[in-house]
């Protein structure tokens, strides 16, 4: 009996974060000829960013078993929104999969910034409501992201710099493999915006699915805090006898990194 071969990824999807990925990436997995997995955001690559991959254990086979059901599709993807603002996976990505094609969404950085704070907010990750002091304490959590990695993702503005972001991948898999959509016209013109990434990922653009908006805004009101926000906050900024504890607890350094992906 042969054994399967499972194939590697050959797209992503790697960010920005509040630029509609969720919507295209389901979009996507409509398409016969296109496999993305149920997990959206495997943060694989990056290793530079915060958090050990407790669910992968660096292990490029347990990876690999998201794309086990790809069959013969032609194309395999997977979407992470770290991807973009780690410093260190596009390269990872260009070692793993040299031939892949990138896909980067992005939108106006203020509205991006705006958009993730509200979002960071809801995920009981960010612990200051009020917008505008939030972007006050990066100074602070700057400093402090020195010891604290996990802080790095509440540096708005920093993380919204697209610049340095994008030049990594055009440099490392040229501007062809590279495929850029903007929010506001995925917004306006889903339906154009569907069709060029089909012609850029080279699959049947012709093939229909039903456009229904799929990822509304869930911070309606950003006041409203998730019944797990104070047990977020807590994993995410935990006290100095929690790290502790987690330092000598497998289960607990799990269930953090477990809440804060998903």
Known sequence: MSKIRIRKP??????SRKCGTTALYNYLKLHPDIFLPELK????????????????????KKYLQLFKNADNRKMIGEAS???LYSKSAAYEIKKFSPDAKIIIMLRNPVDQIYA???GMYYLGIENIANFKKALASEKKRELLSKKNKNLR?????????YYQQVKRFIDLFEYKN???????????NTEKVYKSTLKFLQVDETY????????SNRVKNSSNKPRVWKIQNILFNPPQYFKAAAKNNEIISKIGYCIYIN
């Open 208 to 215: 229909k699915i039903d456009l229904e908006k799929v990822n």
């Open 178 to 188: 590279v495929h850029f959509v903007k929010f506001d016209e995925f917004v306006k």
């Open 116 to 118: 993730s704070h509200a």
């Open 153 to 161: 993702i509440l540096l708005y503005r920093h993380n919204a710099l």
């Open 41 to 60: 955001e495997p943060k694989y690559f990056g290793k530079d960013l915060p958090f050990k991959k407790t669910r992968w254990d660096n292990s490029p």
């Open 81 to 83: 929104t770290s991807y």
């Open 10 to 15: 050959n797209f992503f999807i790697v960010g």
